[in-house]
């Protein structure tokens, strides 16, 4: 048999070319399972604590989004095919709630789809991200409907997209806090909120079997094209730029560009391409647009204002979307008729695809640059 | 001329394999004790309490565990499955195949380190899968042998050649990756089967909603959660919010004396609803419990004396009718319609947990463990036996007790294993 991967390699392999996510998926399988040999470093970096805790395990290796090693297993699993992986149906809706419609960044969705299934004791928790500073976020675990919306209030309403705005990708570290409570009551479970890398990790950890994604019932996924590091450089850099002070943002979003909503009510719209040099080099060897791996994805793309696209992809995704939908938590957008919705959705679709597409041949251009085209970790 | 005697083989380690193994090996015999899964106890040991007394059942079954374990004259072949019979009454070849535990039995000291670090989490099938488990395990508390197994559909290093963190841990060096399956060969003079049996799926009676809505278990569910070293630590509590169970409704017949099912009666619900309902008042005085029956069959020593006892002074209401349906309301509480007999009125009834009083039925794969040994099964598949020799199967000097012969009580089993382990002595001794 051949040697297992380590951490080591995955320093090398990964860490080493610029391409960590930061997602913390081996920070939290190596802290979860109390092996205690890794930890969050500068710069959000993932790193050992001790190396002589590490087991040589290689799980993290195998669990991260960047190797390839499982991602053949995972299309298989949930019958990924191109362009946007596997999905039953597209619909764009929005929450009925007018509370959460007041703090959300799109159609309140993601909110009502927790709420629903807190409300029914589906999930004991969700861990969503928070607000803590205008740049800074922290992933919580929301154990209420009102949390939820607590939450929803700051982290859905600063950007739906854009989780995660100051690189701060702890999603995982609060579910290894509770982890041992949940752990030894039955029946845990929990929903998680994440972007394509923090999902595609999960979904690994699930694949893989391994703590603490046993917990984890649904998956909520996030259209992403990129995410942002704003440091102190990046933002001296973007100021100067579009001429804006950072701290007047209040808003920011992703449709067919950037859009920066500032507190005198003015939106500026930014080409992507302006803004990528401001995005996590990570975020470049990412193939996944649409998170296509989440039991649901949603988005503003391809939405008028005020909804939410929403791609039912597994069959416990779609189950809990018709019963939201039918407790009345959310509602769809109407047409005039079955012609007009068709157009709709196939005009939604084809935004998604287009997007979709850009960001695979970006990674592939990526990769080719990083490692000659080969896949990181893919057996030969 | 004194012939030595020679060996019986006894499949099923469960509370009737058991006392068929302890009393042969009393008697002198040498006993090879099958048991498929990684510890011996069976069903009994999944149970909380027993009828009529509420003795605590793992605290009856383990001296007999740990008597198995020791005796001198017993082998225990634990993980192992019968695979081929030849050969006829006194003079049996078989061949077994024992699987790789993959932990060294005479070193593990069972002290749980490496479950405490192993990364997977599956399903535990002995809490009917109500909490998970590692891929390195005890398969319960109590179990004998008290060693961990390694389940090799799950473990990463058997699977994917990652991991092995359990091996790092092990203090003791028990973790043998280098195990393999192994065929055993045994020279028996007589066999007893003591397979038991398996709970009937209730998704084949789509009207009481099992799986579908959360508060509707079976009874061996129940069984575990009202356990102490069970998933909930003996809470009663539901599955779906936690709250504490306090309006349980039990639902009798679910699959027996039912022509689209089991025609036959499973002859232990009544009594172990019973039982499950004083538990529940010993656990909460709060609780208040109603039995939907057919008719109440109380027909073994001192169970109709344990009816009386629930109904007067655990407050059981008995309610004669057949379930019809069970919906649920929106807090999930399910709602049970029925038609109470004795007044021919329909109603209905909203309770916190209902409980599905599930056929015992033959264990599903028994049909080939019969292949194997050239014996018939009747028309439910238990093991065909005549009534005037009602532990010997079809084919001479292969003996059957238990529920793989009947549903049948504990104390029924026990008494009929004694019968088979003589049945049994009598055809090696000849």
């Known amino acids: 048999m051949e040697e297992t991967k380590t951490f080591k390699d995955l320093t090398k392999e990964v860490i080493e070319r610029g391409i960590c996510g930061k997602c913390g998926g081996c920070i939290s399988f190596c802290s979860a399972g109390e092996l205690n040999a890794l930890e969050m470093g500068e710069n959000d970096l993932p790193r050992y604590i001790n190396e002589d805790n590490c087991q040589k395990c290689g799980i993290c290796y195998l669990i991260c989004p960047q190797t390839d090693t499982l991602n053949a297993e995972l299309q298989e699993k949930f019958g990924w095919k191109p362009p946007t992986g596997y999905y039953q149906r597209i619909t764009s809706a929005q929450t009925t709630n007018k509370e959460i419609m007041t703090v959300c960044t799109d159609g309140g969705v993601v909110t009502s789809l927790l709420s629903y299934l807190m409300e029914r004791n589906l999930i004991n928790g969700a861990v969503v991200s928070k607000k803590i500073g205008r740049f800074a976020r922290k992933a919580i675990i929301a154990r209420t409907p009102g949390e939820l919306i607590e939450a929803a209030g700051s982290a859905f309403s600063g950007s739906l997209h854009l989780e995660e705005l100051g690189g701060k990708y702890t999603t995982y570290t609060p579910i290894l806090s509770t982890v041992k409570s949940l752990e030894k009551s039955y029946l845990r479970d929990i929903a998680v909120v994440g972007t394509p890398c923090q999902i595609n990790a999960i979904r690994k950890m699930q694949c893989l079997g391994v703590l603490p994604a046993h917990l984890i019932k649904y998956t909520i996924g996030l259209f992403c094209i ?9 933002r001296g850099r973007l100021e100067k730029k579009l001429d804006i002070n950072l701290e007047d943002i209040v808003k920011l979003n992703i449709k067919d560009d950037f859009i920066i909503t500032l507190t005198n009510g003015v939106a500026i719209h930014v080409p992507l391409e302006e803004i990528h040099e401001v995005a996590r080099p990570a975020c470049f060897t990412c193939h996944d647009f649409s998170n296509e791996y989440a039991d649901i994805s949603v988005g503003g793309l391809g939405s008028p204002d005020g909804y939410t696209t929403t791609v039912l992809r597994t069959k416990v995704g779609a189950a809990v979307y018709d019963e939201t939908l039918r407790k009345g938590y959310i509602r769809e957008r109407t047409f005039e008729d079955v012609e007009e919705s068709r157009l709709d959705k196939a005009r939604m679709l084809a935004k998604i695809v287009s997007f979709a597409r850009m960001k695979r041949m970006r990674a592939k251009e990526r990769l080719l640059e990083l490692t000659g085209g080969e896949a990181i970790g893919r057996k030969a | 001329m004194e012939e030595k005697p020679k060996a019986v083989l006894v499949i099923g380690g469960g509370i009737a394999g058991i006392q068929a193994a302890l009393d042969l090996g009393d008697m002198g015999m040498k006993v090879h004790l099958v048991e498929r899964k990684p510890s011996i106890g069976g069903r009994m040991a999944q149970l909380d309490k027993t009828f009529p007394t509420n003795d605590c059942s793992i605290c009856i079954l383990a001296p007999k565990l740990a008597d198995c374990f020791r005796h001198p004259n017993i082998t225990l072949h634990t993980l192992s499955e019968v695979k081929n019979v030849t050969g006829q009454m006194g003079d049996f ?13 005479e070193k593990c000291v069972n002290c749980g380190d490496c479950v405490a670090k ?6 535990d099938e002995f809490d009917m899968e109500l909490r998970k488990r590692e891929a390195i395990y005890p398969y319960y508390l109590q179990g004998v042998p008290a060693v961990m197994t390694i389940d090799r559909e799950n473990c990463l290093y058997l699977t994917r050649g990652v991991c092995r963190i359990c091996e790092k841990f092990c203090t003791s060096e028990a973790i043998d990756f280098e195990q393999k399956d192994a ?9 007893i089967v003591a397979t038991g049996f398996d709970p009937y799926d209730p998704s084949g009676i789509p009207q009481y909603g099992y799986k579908r809505y959360r ?21 009663l509590t539901r599955p779906s919010d936690n709250r504490p169970a306090e309006r349980i409704a039990f639902v009798q017949c679910v699959g027996s004396r039912d022509f689209k099912n089991n025609p036959y009666c499973s002859s232990v619900c009544c009594m172990h609803a019973t039982k499950e309902a004083m538990l529940a008042r010993e656990h909460n005085p709060k609780v208040k419990s109603c039995i939907f029956y057919i008719d109440l069959r109380a027909a073994g020593k001192g169970f109709q004396e344990y009816v009386a006892r629930g109904e007067q002074e655990y407050n059981i209401s008995y309610i004669r009718g057949r379930v019809a349906k069970i919906t649920e309301d929106r807090d999930e509480n399910p709602i049970v319609w029925y038609e109470e007999t004795q007044s021919s009125k329909t109603n209905k009834m909203t309770v916190d947990l209902a409980v599905l009083a599930t056929s015992l039925m033959p264990r599903r794969d028994v049909k080939e463990l019969a292949k194997v040994l050239g014996v018939e099964l009747d028309e439910y598949n238990f093991f065909k036996t005549d009534p ?4 010997d199967t079809t084919r001479p000097g292969i003996f059957v007790c238990g529920c793989c012969r009947e549903p049948t009580d504990i104390p029924e089993s026990v008494a009929q294993a004694s019968g088979a382990a003589e049945r049994a002595a009598e055809t090696v001794m000849r």
Do not use: Q, W
């Open chain 2, 215 to 235: 508060n509707v278990i079976i009874s061996l569910e129940y069984e575990r959660l009202i356990c102490a070293s069970g998933p909930t630590g003996g809470h």
């Open chain 2, 183 to 191: 065929d055993a060969m045994l020279n028996v003079g007589a066999i």
């Open chain 2, 93 to 105: 070849s078989v061949k077994l195949l024992e699987y790789a535990r993959f932990v060294d039995e």
């Open chain 2, 388 to 391: 005037l020799n009602p532990l």
């Open chain 1, 226 to 234: 990129e995410n942002f590091s704003f440091d102190d450089f990046a």
């Open chain 2, 118 to 123: 192993c990364p997977v989490k599956v399903p």
